[in-house]
């Protein structure tokens, strides 16, 4: 690690602890631990229950995907790399950790690397979009004039993933590199080489932003769970459908780590105006986090299968 990434790396966490910090200070831990004491456990099964959804709703789409760049994985393979790949979103300090884990997983059953690198990289847009549109839908029954600046992000989230997404289908390796021996000119080669096959296959494509829609969704609906079994029955679904692609948003802001400490600042932001207290959205904020990571235990337990014996992939 070069000396700039470190120096990176320490703002980012500096920022985290900073944010954390005041949080903690400003919150009743008395209102936190009596929330927690009082939550209603179904609901909160069912916030796990639609984690696993989620999880089974990105395979679909990743799939989708995959095949219409002509590799092929089967269910159970994607099921176990999206596991494991989540498990190491939440217990490495970078999300960018868990894609490379699918990357790697993945890119060894197809011997793709670089098909299975495009198909992550649209995957990622196609839920930044889908985010994007949920959220935008959202606001429409959302009147709160502070949240303005909220639907200006919306908007640069769409359009910037548009833009990304428009380039790896329609980009090419600059002239200067194609030109270039090796295993990064290669790599890029393929890369591009995959990302112009998706806009081939239109289709699969409009089926994997559909579905990514639908992971947005399942995302509203584990936090939904979370507000009604602590009893924030203020937060509606319209609400929870503008407030949780919001917080998502605000989280990809990459001036912290893995968006801790700004993700929890976002519920309470996002949360008052609909008199939700600080020390309520806290508890909301850090038992999503704390469910999601629970459950992604399971991609631990999937990984340290893959390693059994010597072997490093499944």
């Given at each position: 690690?070069?000396?700039?990434?470190?120096?990176?790396?320490?703002?980012?966490?500096?920022?985290?602890?900073?944010?954390?910090?005041?949080?903690?200070?400003?919150?009743?831990?008395?209102?936190?631990?009596?929330?927690?004491?009082r939550i209603n456990v179904s609901w909160l099964l069912l916030a796990a229950g639609w984690v696993v959804t989620a999880v089974a709703v990105s395979v679909v789409?990743?799939?989708?995907?995959?095949?219409?760049?002509?590799?092929?994985?089967?269910?159970?393979?994607?099921?176990?790399?999206?596991?494991?790949?989540?498990?190491?979103?939440?217990?490495?300090?970078?999300?960018?950790?868990?894609?490379?884990?699918?990357?790697?997983?993945?890119?060894?059953?197809?011997?793709?690397?670089?098909?299975?690198?495009?198909?992550?990289?649209?995957?990622?847009?196609?839920?930044?979009?889908?985010?994007?549109?949920?959220?935008?839908?959202?606001?429409?029954?959302?009147?709160?004039?502070?949240?303005?600046?909220?639907?200006?992000?919306?908007?640069v989230l769409l359009a910037g993933s548009l833009f990304l997404a428009g380039l790896l289908m329609w980009g090419k390796v600059p002239g200067w590199l194609a030109r270039k021996n090796g295993k990064l000119a290669a790599f890029l080669h393929g890369f591009m080489k995959h990302g112009q096959q998706l806009r081939k296959q239109p289709m699969p494509l409009f089926w994997s932003l559909l579905w990514s829609v639908v992971f947005q969704m399942t995302n509203v609906a584990v936090n939904y769970s979370i507000f009604q079994g602590l009893g924030l029955l203020e937060v509606n679904l319209w609400r929870s459908m503008?407030?949780?692609?919001?917080?998502?948003?605000?989280?990809?802001?990459?001036?912290?780590?893995?968006?801790?400490?700004?993700?929890?600042?976002?519920?309470?932001?996002?949360?008052?105006?609909?008199?939700?207290?600080?020390?309520?959205?806290?508890?909301a904020s850090i038992l999503f986090a704390f469910l999601v990571s629970l459950c992604s235990l399971w991609g631990s337990v999937l990984w340290l299968g893959c390693n059994k014996g010597g072997e490093t992939s499944c």
């Open positions: 690690m070069s000396k700039k990434t470190n120096w990176k790396f320490v703002l980012r966490l500096v920022i985290s602890l900073l944010l954390f910090s005041w949080l903690l200070y400003s919150v009743e831990w008395c209102q936190v631990w009596n929330a927690i004491l789409k990743w799939r989708l995907i995959l095949q219409s760049q002509g590799l092929q994985a089967s269910w159970g393979e994607l099921w176990r790399a999206y596991w494991i790949g989540l498990f190491f979103n939440n217990f490495l300090p970078s999300s960018i950790g868990g894609d490379t884990m699918r990357i790697v997983q993945i890119g060894k059953t197809t011997g793709d690397a670089a098909g299975v690198t495009a198909s992550v990289v649209m995957e990622r847009l196609l839920a930044t979009i889908a985010l994007s549109l949920v959220g935008l839908a959202a606001s429409i029954h959302v009147f709160e004039t502070s949240f303005i600046k909220v639907r200006m992000l919306f908007g503008f407030i949780i692609p919001a917080t998502a948003a605000v989280a990809m802001l990459p001036i912290a780590i893995n968006g801790y400490g700004i993700r929890e600042g976002a519920y309470v932001f996002l949360l008052a105006p609909y008199g939700v207290n600080q020390a309520a959205a806290f508890t």
